[in-house]
């Protein structure tokens, strides 16, 4: 199938735009791989500190085995991250059965994202993305290592994996994902529980039950959110083996692709006739790839901030207008939570990532040609694996949707385009996702009320004052103010005023998630407020109109050029649960339309 003429176009938009920096990595990656086999420029004494607990010390030390690093995002905390406890031990002994040694080289932190929303933790989130490459980068600067697995699923994790992957490059890299946890209560029946808490139609403790039912077991939440969307990233760029992405845990099958990957790890070595650096599978294609996957799945926002950050380790440049251009050509083809009512098992059971992508494939909607972990182009991503014996065999996936309520081949999609825009105008620069707003609210009008924080929404929600069409604006959110929290705490309550018949749009230099849904939200507004950006110079009762159909996000009151901007009180983040620990990174953080990065 021909390249669709988009996905052409902005292919030779990125690579002139970042045909400097990439260059300049591709040489770096080059001189790294040309250095050879890690262990052999080690001295004895060296050597003898990195092998004294290994059981496979005498290989390490005097074989050709390659040696595979394992760096884990391991902990309980996290119900995406539990079931890694147990993998190094089947790891070590499907690297043994493939001719490999294998050790931990690290562990980086993860952070749940749903214990902290609302909470002051949630201001170290998006820094905790910048904090695991700099530990993925310690634990592999021991440079040992001849291919790397990244153990990680949620909403930081992924992205800060594969920064430290891109920024050793020259290294192997094969992405294990953990799994789904399998569903429970509905997650629109969750959310209903949610909005009649927050008018006070139930209690704390119908609350906690619905919660309690909905995240019930190990394994990733499964609505449609960042972690599951990192997920889906994983297997449109070619990181993780074809179909492993949405297995549950605990599975026999969960396991075999775990070994699996292994295997892929061992034969991806600069010892074996099939070095595969991280670096080139990393490119401008396979980053085009994956926001191509982000549009058709309806996936989360969040990697609108992320994926520019982690396309700059490789030397990859994108663009805001990349993810709307590539937007208006990609249709939506899957109805997940919250774009539906489907959770991603279900999605996953009705012909999920492999039917995806043959469909946008057929539609010229994907660079086929990219190098991936399989061995194979992309298309060797329309396979779904399946056990065979203790081992796996890849058999074609799904030629036809098994539900079209859930996914839709590309000749009959849920909508035309991926429902992303960018929005410009003398408020800033900022996304939007529409994919679940009614068309009806696609552009709003109204009069602002100013916040500089969430919790002072809810209250002046509680306090009745929400009486008419609202632009609700919060600012002094951005990464250089507080480190750019998710708003996503103020959903129940937007939402509560939208289905009173109000219209009413957040607009904010903070964040949302993938788990935003109805509410018309013009997030990542850059310049932040805290630079002087033009939300500071918004009022109470300013006239603002949110056009999502013609992109724009502009304040329409004459005066609004000339005023002063607001300046911001920082002390209510300067410290707390950490956040005095991370005074350096909200001085240095780069703009959200960057990617928010500290450290590329």
């Given at each position: 199938?021909t ?26 990656i ?14 004895c004494?060296?050597?003898?500190h ?15 085995k ?5 760096v ?47 909470r ?15 530990a ?17 699923v ?17 290294i ?11 569903s ?36 990733t ?21 074809p ?47 994956g ?6 799945t ?13 396309a700059?380790?490789?030397?990859v ?14 249709p ?67 030629r ?23 929005l ?9 996702k ?37 632009i ?25 005023l939208?289905d ?31 630079g ?7 009022r109470?009762?300013?006239?603002v ?45 780069g ?10």
């Amino acid at each position: 199938m021909t390249l669709h003429a988009t996905l052409d176009r902005v292919t030779d938009r990125i690579r002139e735009r970042s045909h400097k920096a990439r260059s300049a990595y591709l040489a770096k990656i080059a001189r790294a791989a040309q250095e050879g086999p890690a262990r052999a420029h080690l001295s004895c004494g060296n050597q003898a500190h990195a092998y004294a607990a290994m059981e496979d010390k005498a290989d390490l030390a005097t074989s050709r085995k390659p040696n595979i690093g394992i760096v884990t995002a391991y902990n309980d905390m996290l119900s995406a991250h539990q079931p890694y406890e147990r993998y190094p031990d089947i790891i070590r002994r499907a690297g043994r059965e493939a001719g490999a040694t294998v050790q931990v080289a690290g562990g980086v932190p993860a952070m749940c994202d749903g214990v902290t929303q609302g909470r002051p933790g949630m201001e170290l989130s998006l820094f905790s993305r910048d904090v695991i490459a700099l530990a993925a980068g310690v634990a592999l600067s021991h440079d040992c290592f001849d291919a790397a697995l990244y153990l990680g699923v949620c909403d930081k994790i992924v992205p800060g994996l594969i920064i430290a992957a891109g920024t050793f490059g020259h290294i192997p890299a094969v992405f294990i994902p953990a799994g789904p946890m399998p569903s429970g209560l509905p997650n629109d029946e969750k959310a209903k529980v949610r909005q009649q808490f927050a008018t006070g139609e139930v209690g704390r403790e119908a609350l906690m039950a619905a919660e309690m039912a909905s995240y019930h077991s190990a394994g990733t939440c499964t609505f449609y959110g960042t972690a599951n969307t990192n997920q889906m990233l994983m297997e449109f760029m070619g990181l993780h083996l074809p179909g492993s992405s949405f297995v549950n845990p605990g599975t026999p099958l969960r396991e075999a692709l775990t070994v699996a990957a292994v295997q892929r790890a061992a034969q991806l070595t600069n010892l074996g006739n099939e070095y595969l650096p991280a670096g080139e599978v990393l490119d401008e294609r396979a980053f085009i790839n994956g926001i191509v996957g982000l549009m058709a799945t309806g996936g989360s926002t969040n990697l609108v901030l992320h994926l520019p950050a982690m396309a700059r380790a490789s030397g990859v440049i994108l663009d805001i207008e990349d993810f709307n251009d590539l937007s208006e050509a990609v249709p939506l083809l899957a109805r997940v939570y919250p774009n539906g009512l489907a959770d991603v098992n279900h999605f996953h059971a009705a012909g999920g990532l492999g039917f995806m992508i043959r469909q946008l494939l057929e539609g010229g909607l994907l660079h086929a040609d990219v190098k991936t972990v399989n061995g194979t182009g992309l298309d060797g991503y329309i396979a779904e694996p399946k056990l065979d014996g203790t081992g796996i065999r890849w058999e074609e996936g799904a030629r036809e949707s098994l539900n079209d309520r859930i996914v839709r081949p590309i000749s009959d999609p849920f909508a035309r385009t991926g429902g992303l825009k960018q929005l410009a105008g003398n408020l800033g620069r900022g996304v939007i996702k529409i994919s679940a707003v009614a068309p009806e609210r696609h552009i709003i009008e109204a009069r602002a009320r100013v916040f500089e924080d969430q919790e002072s929404v809810k209250t002046a929600f509680k306090s009745g004052e929400f009486t008419e069409d609202t632009i609700v604006v919060v600012r002094f959110q951005g990464p250089r103010a507080n480190g750019m929290p998710e708003l996503h705490s103020l959903t129940p309550t937007l939402a509560v005023l939208q289905d009173r018949g109000l219209k009413v749009a957040l607009v904010t230099d903070g964040r949302m998630s993938g788990a935003s849904g109805k509410v018309p939200a013009a997030i990542h507004v850059a310049p932040e407020a805290a630079g002087g950006g033009p939300l500071a110079r918004l009022r109470d009762g300013d006239l603002v109109r949110l056009d999502a159909v013609a992109g724009t996000l502009d304040c329409l009151e004459p005066d609004f050029d000339a005023r002063e901007p607001a300046i911001h009180d920082a002390s209510h983040s300067a410290e707390g649960v950490g956040r005095e620990l991370f005074a350096a990174f909200r001085a240095v953080a780069g703009p959200a339309d960057q990617g928010a990065g500290v450290v590329v």
